[in-house]
């Protein structure tokens, strides 16, 4: 019998290597499989994955793996079109809170978070709802999902949204795009994030105050899964944890299996402005900090400021499964030349006298910290090659060494001039799932695309174009799957599960 053609070969190894990488996360899947599955791009069943890295590299290279380039898209400088209009990861789709009105009345949602509670997969997610972001009216809203068991059907879905953290003033709002008066500097609820204990405990934790440089943490407890939570707790004085992302629990580093040897990380950061400048307006002082608590020592200790050259703010954490180092991504609000890490000197709007979004120019930020628990932080934050237009993002690894990051997306092959009024209106139209090569975090590429609205015109009084924002990513522990949510246009909150082998 003659040898296979170097075709089929190629293919078969491809297949290989995918049911070792797919072995951590869920039983691997045969050839037939794989051309059964309907989410399936055909690039996918061939292995034809484009990967692009600026020149010299854009991001810190963990451990294994080296920065490439491509030919084909460094004129873009941005990640590569050849997955963009992908869906094919996307396996179910549904909202955890539809748009609509609430009492007859419009309401706004925003900020959703989403933890796994359970073996079985159950989830619980949060969001904040009011007539808009900074009202009085703003209040913390909880849903569960019930994954079906062993002989069940498959037909679960999100319960009805819960109130679980009071507003500061539920009686009616007297300011609102409505009423033609600004809702900014009153005091609201802000920003909730999940966090799931390995005692079973769920925590939820919410900031109040009138604007995010003047704000305090507070959290609520749960020992249900997320049904019900208690009173509401103060957070120590400079503590806030979770500026936007769920907290991370790691375990420390220690010779004897101590289970409450472990540490609960929250991504926190300080959104303050500086000093007047002669132009009459104030620079940004954005930094990013690890709040963190000592399950054995009982006690919160601020670590930061991370160090970076530039605004940043809303981290994300994760811990790279070979290096055992804690690391970070966040937004920045610094505009950045990806191919030299150079700033390029930013845009102002010389109505509102501040930095103006500016797509294009805007990407994510890494760092890696240099322990397991962020105590140390001496290598700068540094842009890699995540476009992301100063919008919220969030991150997961995965067990085969790939980190998942899902943010909005300036896409610069849409843009036929750099107007600046144009990008602003469509800069959180399009949310993207990105992914890292293995164990390579120089290496990335648009995998799947969530929403993308940048084409919808605007109607006649209408300054932005539809709104997918603000994701939180879980990964599954029993079912390996991801699990994202997202603000759906500011009226409601939507859940999308990803198959990661599909990315």
């Known amino acids: 019998m003659p040898p296979p053609p170097p075709t089929t070969m190629r293919v078969a190894a491809a297949l290989l290597l995918l049911c070792l990488a797919a072995i951590t996360v869920r039983p691997c899947l045969a050839a037939s499989d794989l051309d059964k599955l309907p989410f399936l791009h055909a690039s996918y069943r061939t292995g034809h994955h484009a990967e692009y890295s600026p020149k010299g590299g854009s991001g810190p290279t963990l451990r294994g793996g080296s920065s490439k380039s491509s030919k084909a898209h460094a004129a873009n400088d941005a990640l590569p079109p050849s997955l963009t209009t992908s869906r094919r990861a ?253 700033k390029v000197d930013p845009h102002r709007d010389s109505k509102n006298r501040k930095r103006m979004i500016y797509p294009g120019k805007k990407y994510a930020v890494m760092a890696v910290s240099e322990n397991r628990v962020g105590s140390v932080w001496v290598k700068p934050a540094r842009a890699i090659a995540v476009p992301c237009p100063n919008s919220g993002l969030d991150a997961t690894m995965l067990p085969d060494g790939r980190l998942v990051v899902v943010h909005n997306d300036w896409d610069p092959r849409s843009r036929s001039d750099n107007s600046v009024k144009s990008d602003d209106a469509y800069s959180r139209s399009r949310l993207v799932v990105s992914v890292s090569g293995t164990r390579n975090l120089d290496s990335w590429r648009v995998a799947c695309v969530l929403e993308d609205a940048t084409k919808t015109k605007l109607q006649q009084g209408q300054s932005m174009g539809p709104e997918f924002s603000y994701p939180s990513v879980s990964l599954g522990r029993s079912s390996g799957l991801l699990h994202v949510t997202y603000t759906y246009d500011r009226k409601g909150i939507k859940h999308a599960t990803l198959d990661p082998r599909a990315l």
Not at 226 to 240: A, M, N, Y
Not at 301 to 322: C, K, M, W
Request: net charge neutral; with cysteine.
């Open 90 to 342: 996307i396996i179910a789709e549904r909202f955890v809170r539809k748009p609509g009105t609430t009492a007859g009345q419009s309401y706004e949602c925003h900020a959703s978070t989403i933890v796994e509670t359970s073996a079985d997969g159950d989830f619980v997610a949060t969001w904040f709802q009011g007539t808009e972001e900074n009202a009085p009216d703003v209040a913390v809203y909880r849903s569960t999902l019930r994954m079906p068991r062993a002989g069940e059907s498959n037909s679960s879905q999100w319960t009805p949204p819960r109130r679980v953290v009071d507003a500061v003033d539920s009686s009616p709002v007297t300011c609102g795009r409505k009423l033609e008066t600004k809702c900014k500097g009153q005091m609201s609820t802000w920003n909730p994030a999940l966090a799931h204990l390995p005692n079973g405990t769920t925590l939820l934790f919410y900031k109040r105050g009138p604007s995010p440089s003047e704000w305090a943490g507070y959290y609520v407890r749960s020992d249900d899964g997320g049904k019900s939570f208690g009173s509401e707790q103060s957070l120590p004085k400079g503590i806030t944890c979770g500026a936007k992302n769920a907290p991370i629990v790691v375990w420390h580093d220690l010779p004897s299996a101590d289970r409450n040897a472990w540490s609960l990380l929250c991504g926190a950061s300080t959104d303050e402005y500086g000093k007047a400048t002669a132009t009459g307006g104030r620079e940004r002082k954005w930094q990013l900090f690890v709040d963190a608590y000592d399950n054995r020592a009982s006690s919160w200790t601020r670590y930061g400021p991370v160090p970076y050259d530039g605004n940043a703010i809303q981290p994300s954490l994760f811990v790279h499964p070979e290096t055992q180092l804690l690391a970070l991504v966040a937004r920045s609000a610094t505009d950045y030349d990806i191919r030299t890490q150079r």
